[in-house]
């Protein structure tokens, strides 16, 4: 038994046939259980390859994925969505919520997935809307919110399911400073209350919330 939540071991992650671009080169980065990490780094360097990597959502060219001690790309392709469903919540920089669907009926499709009973997911819907100061806003549809808000609602879909960890790629990248701030302190909450929180920025007041800053250059980690 350790602690380590997240492993990954030399990933490396090479684009293109004929013309390559090495996205990401040997990084070797560990995350305990409880801990809140932020990724920074440029424009282009490899964060969000980095973060898609982690949570299952691409192949890497070389290197591994461990995940609560689990060599995520040796699961076959129903396993790892099924991990992924389970353990893993992300938040996407653009939010990618559902237009026609209310906050709660947002938050509520995620457990639908996992087959979760319609009363139970409105109880929790409800819930993680409370957690996250928008409970006013249930019956609202993602145009009839704020950026912030709207990020609010993504946050609490992705922890819809109890994941283990919270990976978010640049979630305050469209919102204003005071949205942003006002979001970073949820993130500290959730962080507070036990959550392992991955979080990627290139704004140095954001990366500041967590507990330690890898920094990203050319697809490495430099210190
Ligand atoms: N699907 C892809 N196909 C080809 N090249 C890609 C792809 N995704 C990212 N890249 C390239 O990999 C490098 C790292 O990209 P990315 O991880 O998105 O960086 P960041 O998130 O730090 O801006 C960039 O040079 C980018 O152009
Ligand atoms: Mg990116």
Same mark, same amino acid.
């Given at each position: 038994? #350790?602690?380590?939540?997240?492993?990954?071991?030399?990933?490396? !992650?090479?684009?293109?046939? !004929?013309?390559?671009?090495?996205?990401?080169?040997?990084?070797?980065?560990?995350?305990?259980?409880?801990?809140?990490? *932020?990724? %920074?780094?440029?424009?282009?360097?490899?964060?969000?390859?980095?973060?898609?990597?982690?949570?299952?959502?691409?192949?890497?060219?070389?290197?591994?994925?461990?995940?609560? #001690?689990?060599?995520?790309?040796?699961?076959?392709?129903?396993?790892?969505?099924?991990?992924?469903?389970?353990?893993?919540?992300?938040?996407?920089?653009?939010?990618?919520?559902?237009?026609?669907?209310?906050?709660?009926?947002?938050?509520?499709?995620?457990? %639908?997935?996992?087959?979760?009973?319609?009363?139970?997911?409105?109880?929790?819907? !409800?819930?993680?809307?409370?957690?996250?100061?928008?409970?006013? !806003?249930? #019956?609202?549809?993602?145009?009839?919110?704020?950026?912030?808000?709207?990020?609010?609602?993504?946050? *609490?879909?992705?922890?819809?399911?109890?994941?283990?960890?919270?990976?978010?790629?640049e979630p305050t990248g469209n919102l204003d400073s005071k949205s942003a701030e006002d979001m970073m302190k949820h993130i500290k909450k959730l962080n507070e209350m036990g959550q392992t929180i991955v979080i990627i920025?290139?704004? *140095?007041?954001?990366?500041?919330? *967590?507990?330690?800053?890898?920094r990203i250059h050319d697809g490495q980690i430099v210190f």
């Amino acid at each position: 038994m #350790n602690d380590i939540l997240i492993k990954t071991e030399n990933l490396t !992650k090479v684009y293109g046939e !004929k013309i390559k671009t090495k996205a990401l080169d040997n990084v070797s980065l560990e995350v305990k259980k409880g801990e809140f990490i *932020a990724i %920074m780094g440029s424009s282009g360097h490899g964060k969000s390859t980095l973060l898609h990597l982690i949570s299952g959502l691409d192949n890497p060219t070389s290197g591994k994925v461990f995940i609560d #001690n689990i060599d995520i790309y040796k699961l076959k392709e129903s396993e790892l969505t099924e991990l992924r469903c389970k353990k893993i919540g992300f938040v996407f920089q653009s939010f990618n919520l559902i237009p026609i669907l209310t906050s709660r009926e947002n938050i509520e499709m995620a457990m %639908m997935l996992l087959g979760i009973p319609q009363g139970e997911q409105e109880e929790k819907a !409800k819930r993680l809307l409370k957690l996250l100061d928008i409970e006013s !806003k249930e #019956n609202s549809k993602p145009s009839e919110l704020s950026g912030g808000q709207r990020q609010r609602v993504a946050i *609490a879909r992705a922890l819809a399911n109890n994941p283990e960890i919270l990976l978010m790629d640049e979630p305050t990248g469209n919102l204003d400073s005071k949205s942003a701030e006002d979001m970073m302190k949820h993130i500290k909450k959730l962080n507070e209350m036990g959550q392992t929180i991955v979080i990627i920025t290139h704004d *140095a007041n954001i990366a500041n919330y *967590a507990h330690k800053i890898y920094r990203i250059h050319d697809g490495q980690i430099v210190f």
